[in-house]
């Protein structure tokens, strides 16, 4: 009898071992930290279409505190096409990831802040938006699959 409750106590547990989520390693804080810094190159020299291809097809967009929120890589590309016609050349994107918390062995959370800055860097900070984000390791690399940007109150571009 005893032997038969201990059986039945230690398969639940046993269970929960299988499909417990395996983590993110090591090397891949380092290349979501990568994929970031090739974001803002990106978005610094705005190009829409290589944006768009940094989230997944089915990627959440959304600017907390405004009325953006895009659904899909197509409406990323589309919004980023417009986004970009109307900014100065000079404005650059600066993203700085606080914590990579691993979620399961192909995804991970995010959360940081993304500065844009007027000139190549060195210029004044004209809006910083705290960010939070998951992101799914794809055939093609770490993509983003959720991302909500908080606009502060003086946000300019």
Same mark, same amino acid.
């Given at each position: 009898?005893?032997?038969?409750?201990?059986?039945?106590?230690?398969?639940?547990?046993?269970?929960?071992?299988?499909?417990?989520?395996?983590?993110?390693?090591?090397?891949?804080?380092?290349?979501?930290?990568? =994929?970031?810094?090739? $974001?803002?190159?990106?978005?610094?020299?705005?190009?829409?279409?290589?944006?768009?291809?940094? =989230?997944?097809?089915?990627?959440?967009?959304?600017?907390?505190?405004?009325?953006?929120?895009?659904?899909?890589?197509?409406?990323?590309?589309?919004?980023?096409?417009?986004? =970009?016609?109307?900014?100065?050349?000079? $404005?650059?994107?600066?993203?700085?990831?606080?914590?990579?918390?691993?979620?399961?062995?192909?995804?991970?959370?995010?959360?940081?802040?993304?500065?844009?800055?007027?000139?190549?860097?060195?210029?004044?900070?004209?809006?910083?938006?705290?960010?939070?984000?998951?992101?799914?390791?794809?055939?093609?690399?770490?993509?983003?699959?959720?991302?909500?940007?908080?606009?502060?109150?003086?946000?300019?571009?």
């Amino acid at each position: 009898m005893v032997l038969s409750v201990m059986v039945l106590l230690a398969a639940p547990v046993g269970l929960l071992a299988d499909v417990r989520p395996a983590s993110t390693g090591p090397s891949d804080s380092v290349a979501i930290h990568a =994929f970031w810094s090739a $974001l803002d190159s990106i978005w610094s020299t705005r190009d829409a279409d290589a944006f768009a291809q940094l =989230f997944t097809e089915d990627a959440s967009f959304d600017f907390i505190g405004r009325p953006t929120s895009l659904a899909t890589r197509d409406s990323i590309r589309a919004y980023f096409v417009s986004q =970009f016609s109307r900014q100065r050349p000079e $404005l650059r994107h600066r993203t700085t990831l606080r914590r990579v918390f691993p979620l399961a062995a192909d995804m991970a959370a995010i959360d940081g802040e993304v500065a844009i800055v007027d000139g190549a860097g060195a210029g004044p900070i004209i809006a910083r938006l705290p960010i939070t984000g998951v992101m799914a390791r794809t055939s093609a690399g770490w993509r983003i699959r959720l991302l909500r940007a908080y606009a502060a109150a003086s946000d300019g571009p």
